[in-house]
């Protein structure tokens, strides 16, 4: 029964008992409504005060765990600018510094104060900075079986390049808490940034505003409704005995307009919640009645605020996520009860691997926000088309990507897809390398790779730290192939070829021998794609001049990034993107070379110039003749070559 029923059938029993005693009758019924109203007004308020303390404690801890981890990121950020180029570390000088200890050590606040902060350890597990300087020097290590979720997570820190989690401890009245901490390695140097909090000191302090807001309110609508009852009695017992029947007519007449003061707005908080319950956030309700319920709505509309707001932090959580893994990705871990147990399935993809040449070289005498500058303006485009290609981006190491095709979503054409998209990354390099000359940055060269086969495809990693991720074989062929890619070339494994064979134009084919794979491997260029992508490569002029007057360089050999033997040679014949020599000594094809060119008093010059041995003939006995394909040359290097070339 509805409290305006039960007012009015009240005052039809005062008007049926009057005859027996208006006194009594009259206490009742206001006694009556009274017990109702408060009883209605104290349920009410102590749902919604409920349901403000989850939302309290689940919006600020959302909003805490972004503070925390932003916070370690700062840090990060502006200990590797203190710090960057030592080589070695002075533990007390870095303590007495201001600044790095002003840097390394700050407070984490909420409005209530202090709740946290941060420290700083370096990769042994040695606190170097800490607010309590007794710590600092303390081995970590020490305390792992003291404090074993505390090490658990220190661990990891040494291992991961980010690391978050929580850390139960017990307070001064011993009660069961939590702390919750972020962990970011200090580029360039062995140090990491820990942000600390207790997690809870973010909602607890609204959690208590909302309670002790709830009991005034409370006590004020009661104190209203007692009041408004003594009134409305003392008027009821003056106007029966002046006039029995007028006081019938009024007080009926009172009592509905009372009944609807009362319930009209509270039916329309019931409204209003039952739409809140079936997801409309948006809804409002009308600011109208007593202070009371006028204060009850307004709570009501302030709470619906609150969730449009949680919900857009939740979407915001939701797109940020998706900058780290692709939006495929996102929507099966959100979507999929089961979409984060560990495992895997074994289904068919093609992975695509590139790798610019040179980097390393190019960007040597770079600072290093110009390299960081450089190198997310190539992956940026990139990375937009991966995405666009609905490509599945596994790894960004440097400057290589690791993507690949056919997951999680099954994608039938997914070798056409891979080449299509190889092909317009490598078309894409000419406007990333125009915006380089534009700013005076070096050119940059890329290889890709594309290969089809059977892998593993699913959420590789631990209950703690997890990446949906490719494994297998036809992945490390993929690699192995990358590297025999040149700049500018796309090359295709077998696999990948014999499916999208009658759609590309074809380039040289090469037999290589792969390490692990038993016999030689034909590997296929591909230049090009028609209808519907239409993409085809502009055309490599590499028509070697001979020279007038050999170039003499020393030819250096490099295998896994270090130089395994050095001798003297010439270049006979030159182009800008490749040259012919002759040397005395071993060369295989296939192999990594640096050269260094001299000056006219025989001294090497400053600037590099890498390749990649494509073709080696004998010449004799001992003396070999060898195509190099240029990966790598410094911007001061051309004009010689074309001095070289009788072009100025």
């Not at 950020?77 to 007495?96: F, I, Q, V």
């Not at 939590?178 to 909090?197: I, K, N, S």
Request: proline share 4%; hydrophobic share 45%.
């Amino acid at each position: 029964m509805g409290i305006r029923t039960q007012i009015l059938l009240s005052y039809l029993v005062l008007i049926l008992l009057l005859s027996l005693g208006m006194w009594f009758v009259d206490d009742w019924i206001m006694d009556k409504m009274t017990a109702s109203n408060l009883i209605f007004a104290e349920e009410g308020v102590e749902a919604i005060t409920a349901a403000n303390n989850r939302l309290a404690a689940e919006i600020l801890t959302t909003y805490g765990k972004y503070i925390v981890e932003d916070k370690a990121a700062d840090a990060a950020t502006e200990l590797s600018y203190l710090l960057k180029g030592k080589k070695t570390y002075n533990y007390e000088e870095l303590r007495r510094n201001k600044l790095l200890r002003q840097v390394a050590v700050q407070e984490i606040r909420t409005p209530e104060g202090i709740a946290g902060y941060t420290i700083v350890y370096d990769k042994n597990a040695i606190n170097v900075f800490h607010p309590d300087k007794k710590v600092e020097g303390v081995n970590y290590m020490l305390w792992r079986d003291q404090y074993p979720e505390m090490w658990q997570l220190l661990n990891r820190s040494l291992k991961e390049e980010k690391v978050a989690g929580y850390l139960t401890f017990f307070d001064q009245q011993n009660r069961q808490r939590q702390r919750y901490a972020a962990v970011r390695r200090v580029p360039g140097t062995p140090f990491l940034v820990a942000a600390v909090v207790n997690i809870d000191e973010f909602f607890l302090p609204t959690q208590e505003k909302i309670r002790k807001a709830s009991g005034e309110f409370v006590t004020k609508a009661k104190q209203a409704i007692v009041n408004h009852h003594g009134k409305m009695d003392r008027m009821a017992k003056i106007a029966g005995l002046a006039a029995g029947s007028l006081f019938i007519l009024l007080a009926s007449l009172f009592g509905v307009y009372f009944a609807a003061s009362i319930s009209r707005p509270l039916r329309r908080l019931q409204k209003g919640v039952k739409e809140v319950g079936e997801g409309n956030f948006a809804v409002a309700v009308p600011e109208k009645g007593v202070r009371e319920v006028v204060h009850l709505a307004r709570s009501f509309n302030q709470l619906g605020q609150q969730l449009l707001d949680y919900i857009a932090k939740r979407d915001f959580i939701r797109d940020t996520f998706g900058r780290y893994v692709t939006q495929e990705v996102v929507n099966k871990l959100l979507e999929s009860d089961g979409a984060l147990e560990l495992g895997g399935e074994t289904r068919e993809v093609s992975v695509l691997i590139s790798d610019l040449r040179g980097f390393t070289a190019l960007t040597a005498d770079m600072e290093p926000a110009e390299v960081v500058a450089f190198l997310n303006r190539y992956l940026g485009k990139m990375i937009e088309i991966l995405t666009d290609a609905h490509a599945v981006i596994d790894e960004i190491i440097g400057d290589g990507i690791l993507a690949f095709f056919g997951a999680p979503e099954p994608m039938e054409d997914h070798p056409v897809r891979a080449v299509a998209c190889a092909l317009a990354m490598q078309s894409a390099m000419e406007e990333v390398n125009a915006r380089n000359r534009a700013d005076g940055l070096p050119q940059l060269e890329m290889g890709i790779a594309v290969n089809t086969g059977e892998a593993v495809v699913g959420n590789i990693g631990s209950e703690r730290r997890t990446k949906y991720s490719v494994v297998g074989a036809h992945v490390n062929f993929a690699s192995r192939i990358e590297s025999y890619a040149v700049g500018g070339q796309v090359i295709l494994g077998p696999s990948t070829f014999q499916r999208v064979k009658d759609l590309i134009d074809m380039g040289e084919t090469m037999e290589v021998k792969l390490k692990g794979v038993p016999g030689k491997t034909t590997l296929y260029e591909v230049t090009g794609m028609g209808a519907p992508y239409n993409i085809h490569l502009p055309e490599r002029y590499e028509t070697l001049t001979p020279l007038a007057e050999k170039i003499p360089v020393h030819l250096q050999r490099i295998s896994e990034k270090i130089v395994i033997s050095e001798a003297a040679a010439w270049i006979t014949q030159l182009c800008e993107t490749s040259a012919t020599l002759t040397f005395e000594g071993e060369l295989w094809e296939w192999e990594d070379v640096r050269l260094l060119l001299l000056d006219a008093q025989g001294r090497e010059i400053p600037e590099r110039l890498y390749g990649k041995v494509t073709a080696v003939k004998p010449e004799g006995e001992n003396r070999v003749e060898a195509h190099i394909r240029f990966t790598s040359v410094a911007p001061e290097i051309y004009p010689i070559f074309r001095r070289a070339l009788g072009l100025g």
